[in-house]
Nanobody, 126 residues
Framework: QVQLAESGGGLVQAGESLRISCEAA?????????VGWFRQAPGKEREFVAG????????KYADSVKGRFTVSRDNIKDRVYLQMNSLKPEDTAVYSC??????????????????WGHGTQVSVSS
C-alpha cells in the first residue's frame, strides 16, 4: 500500500509555469508503482493528463497537454513531478496523482489505479 500527497498547486496567470509534485509516504516502495496524473474541473469528468512507468522508461500525455507538460520521477526521493508550462485557463482543475504496481506500461484509465492522493488545486487566470 502507498499513501500519496500532492503539493505545489496555486494560482498563476495564463502563459506561466507551475510544477506540482506527488510524494509517496516514507517506507513505501514507490519505484514499483506506475503513476498517473489526472485532473477534474468543476462540472467536468476526471481526465487523464500524463503518466509515467515505474522505471520512467515510458511516458504518455493527453493531446491537450502534449508539448506543454512534462512528467518525471525521482525514485530516490519517492516523488513524481508534473511540470506545466504555457498554462491556459482551461488547465484549471484539481490535479491528483494515482499509483498502481500492476502495469509495466502507462495506464490512462482512472479505474485501473489503486491508490490516489487528495489532489491539489491549479488555477490559471486569463
Amino acid at each position: 500500500q502507498v499513501q500519496l500527497a500532492e503539493s505545489g498547486g496555486g494560482l498563476v496567470q495564463a502563459g506561466e509555469s507551475l510544477r506540482i509534485s506527488c510524494e509517496a509516504a516514507s517506507g513505501s516502495t514507490f519505484s514499483r508503482y506506475g503513476v498517473g496524473w489526472f485532473r477534474q474541473a468543476p462540472g467536468k469528468e476526471r481526465e487523464f493528463v500524463a503518466g509515467i512507468t515505474r522505471s520512467a522508461d515510458a511516458t504518455k500525455y493527453a493531446d491537450s497537454v502534449k508539448g506543454r507538460f512534462t512528467v518525471s520521477r525521482d525514485n530516490i526521493k519517492d516523488r513524481v513531478y508534473l511540470q506545466m508550462n504555457s498554462l491556459k485557463p482551461e488547465d484549471t482543475a484539481v490535479y491528483s496523482c494515482a499509483a498502481d504496481r500492476r502495469w509495466a506500461f502507462v495506464v490512462t484509465q482512472a479505474e485501473e489505479y489503486e491508490f490516489w492522493g487528495h489532489g491539489t488545486q491549479v488555477s490559471v487566470s486569463s
